[in-house]
């Protein structure tokens, strides 16, 4: 080994930085590699679509960052970081012309809602709120503590008593149709609601649909979801700028190629370029399971079941993305959702659940659900006035079958991408005549281009493997404890592909670096007590 640090972390993205930063706090020397020539994993952005415009390449809107206790106790805006917020949350346009509308606050979510989709809606969506601001914000807190999440489940089960904290737990378990059955007499709300579960890839009918939706919703209700003001390398920006100040290090262009392990701990690891960088105290991971486990680690260091465990490993869907830099803003229909940083585009709820199906059964929708941002219109940093820099994404099969509204097969070659970028453009000009005339300049992301910019995200998947029940707490990501420790000493997976999963939270790698300073504490509190006691006093006072 020719290189030493306390810690090496390998991957700069959030998770990865996250971690380094609170290792960093505890006085540990860290280094952090970075495949890429810039830092950031899928938290940057450039102007690689039109040189007046700033658009990310990746996540935009940061919800849970914003709730996050990791993320919150780095104290980011001493380090440049900036939050802004368009004037409401979420819109979904109907086909009929009405506009379901996520706003700051429930009492401007819910007059919305009663305006356009009656009292019962309102109501509804009341009792929803009520529940969150009754459990704030201990739902958080145990969703993204290492699980079991005995202080924050602890208290929620103390503010819920048994009766309510069952009803509770079957709310929790309810796909997000159902859910929206119980509460809604009409459609507004429950697409508010469904539209975010699909930012994962849960479908409208499936367990935990309606919790994630619940959140995701809740969440923007009560923080907005807010996009780091100047694009989102600058929340990449104060995290290096904050870990630098601190003593760590963050070397672009270092390819990880191994894991060195011996006697069943992890050493250190090796580059692409032959150097070796020994770990004292800890190696974590901010990459996939699968590039982990097999990949830098041999299998020769790791159980025989965990070979066979991440064989049935599920990656969660591809995305599709498309950025844009227009002339102007969004001709939308629906007057509601020019102000709305993020847009839902599908007609009604039976389309959104006919896509969700065909997606996951392999087929590439007719009529793809978008999510769709408004940069501008939530940060007026991002292009000209009068301008818009904007995206849309959606989900496609990692392998395609068929092709309900063309001949697309899936291998995304450039004549592919192209045909189903213009799909989408008219997918939009459908809610929005006149969009496709704005458009100065395009980018093209499909799943081959994104895993390209970024390698974790594997065939365009964007949350470390799916959010399905069957690979979340004590299954993800791979049935054990839901934690970050793997079956090698001394390394931990800091990546979404650890519990609690996707989303720019950095609690994957908050937890990866907090199961290595309790594990450093356990050794040297084993070596203190196994020490001999002398004639000078005991090996305490001798420390």
């Known amino acids: 080994m020719t290189d030493d640090a306390d810690a090496v972390v390998v991957g700069a993205g959030p998770n990865g930085l996250v971690a380094a930063n609170i290792l960093a706090d505890q006085g540990w020397r860290v280094e952090v590699l970075e495949a890429r020539e810039v830092p950031g994993g899928a938290v940057r952005s450039d102007r690689g679509v039109h040189p007046d415009f700033v658009n990310d390449l990746f996540s935009s809107f940061h919800p849970l960052a914003a709730a996050s206790p990791a993320i919150a106790a780095l104290n980011l805006h001493e380090y440049g970081l900036r939050w802004s917020r368009a004037p409401s949350v979420l819109a979904h346009p109907l086909a009929d012309g009405r506009c379901a509308t996520l706003r700051r606050g429930v009492d401007a979510t819910a007059a919305g809602l009663a305006a356009d989709f009656g009292a019962d809606d309102a109501s509804g969506w009341r009792r929803l709120s009520a529940l969150w601001d009754r459990l704030d914000p201990h739902v958080v807190n145990s969703l993204l503590s290492p699980f079991p999440p005995i202080r924050s489940g602890a208290t929620l089960a103390m503010r819920l008593g048994l009766a309510d904290g069952l009803r509770f737990a079957r709310m929790m378990a309810l796909p997000v149709r159902r859910l929206g059955e119980e509460e809604f007499s009409d459609v507004g709300a429950t697409m508010l609601l469904a539209g975010c579960a699909l930012h994962a890839d849960l479908l409208p009918d499936a367990v935990p649909s309606?919790?994630?939706?619940?959140?995701?919703?809740?969440?923007?209700?009560?923080?907005?979801?807010?996009?780091?003001?100047?694009?989102?390398?600058?929340?990449?920006?104060?995290?290096?700028?904050?870990?630098?100040?601190?003593?760590?290090?963050?070397?672009?262009?270092?390819?990880?190629?191994?894991?060195?392990?011996?006697?069943?701990?992890?050493?250190?690891?090796?580059?692409?370029?032959?150097?070796?960088?020994?770990?004292?105290?800890?190696?974590?991971?901010?990459?996939?399971?699968?590039?982990?486990?097999?990949?830098?680690?041999?299998?020769?260091?790791?159980?025989?079941?965990?070979?066979?465990?991440?064989?049935?490993?599920?990656?969660?869907?591809?995305?599709?993305?498309?950025?844009?830099?227009?002339?102007?803003?969004?001709?939308?229909?629906?007057?509601?959702?020019?102000?709305?940083?993020?847009?839902?585009?599908?007609?009604?709820?039976?389309?959104?659940?006919?896509?969700?199906?065909?997606?996951?059964?392999?087929?590439?929708?007719?009529?793809?659900?978008?999510?769709?941002?408004?940069?501008?219109?939530?940060?007026?940093?991002?292009?000209?006035?009068?301008?818009?820099?904007?995206?849309?994404?959606?989900?496609?099969?990692?392998?395609?079958?068929?092709?309900?509204?063309?001949?697309?097969?899936?291998?995304?070659?450039?004549?592919?991408?192209?045909?189903?970028?213009?799909?989408?453009?008219?997918?939009?000009?459908?809610?929005?005549?006149?969009?496709?005339?704005?458009?100065?300049?395009?980018?093209?992301?499909?799943?081959?281009?994104?895993?390209?910019?970024?390698?974790?995200?594997?065939?365009?998947?964007?949350?470390?493997?799916?959010?399905?029940?069957?690979?979340?707490?004590?299954?993800?990501?791979?049935?054990?404890?839901?934690?970050?420790?793997?079956?090698?000493?001394?390394?931990?997976?800091?990546?979404?592909?650890?519990?609690?999963?996707?989303?720019?939270?950095?609690?994957?790698?908050?937890?990866?670096?907090?199961?290595?300073?309790?594990?450093?504490?356990?050794?040297?509190?084993?070596t203190i007590r196994r020490r001999p006691a002398t004639r000078h006093g005991s090996p305490a006072q001798d420390r």
């Open 210 to 526: 309606g919790a994630f939706g619940w959140l995701l919703a809740m969440l923007g209700q009560q923080y907005g979801w807010p996009a780091p003001m100047g694009g989102a390398g600058a929340l990449t920006d104060a995290l290096v700028l904050r870990l630098t100040s601190k003593g760590g290090i963050v070397r672009c262009g270092s390819r990880v190629t191994s894991v060195v392990v011996r006697g069943g701990t992890a050493l250190g690891v090796r580059t692409a370029d032959g150097e070796a960088v020994r770990a004292r105290r800890a190696v974590l991971a901010d990459v996939p399971a699968p590039t982990l486990y097999g990949g830098l680690v041999s299998w020769d260091d790791l159980p025989t079941r965990l070979r066979e465990d991440l064989r049935r490993f599920a990656w969660d869907l591809g995305t599709f993305k498309v950025d844009w830099a227009l002339n102007g803003p969004i001709p939308w229909t629906a007057p509601e959702a020019a102000d709305a940083g993020t847009v839902h585009v599908a007609a009604d709820l039976a389309e959104l659940s006919d896509y969700a199906v065909q997606v996951g059964s392999g087929r590439l929708p007719a009529h793809a659900f978008l999510l769709l941002g408004q940069m501008t219109t939530t940060d007026p940093t991002r292009s000209p006035a009068g301008t818009e820099s904007a995206w849309a994404y959606t989900h496609v099969p990692r392998h395609v079958t068929e092709d309900l509204g063309g001949t697309l097969t899936g291998r995304w070659d450039s004549a592919e991408a192209e045909a189903y970028a213009d799909r989408v453009e008219a997918r939009v000009e459908s809610f929005a005549p006149g969009f496709r005339s704005r458009i100065t300049a395009r980018r093209i992301l499909s799943p081959l281009a994104l895993e390209a910019a970024n390698e974790n995200l594997v065939g365009g998947a964007l949350n470390g493997g799916t959010a399905a029940l069957h690979q979340q707490l004590v299954f993800r990501p791979v049935p054990g404890l839901g934690r970050s420790e793997t079956p090698v000493r001394r390394l931990y997976l800091a990546s979404a592909s650890a519990h609690p999963g996707g989303g720019v939270h950095g609690a994957c790698g908050a937890n990866a670096a907090r199961a290595a300073l309790r594990t450093d504490r356990l050794a040297l509190t084993h």
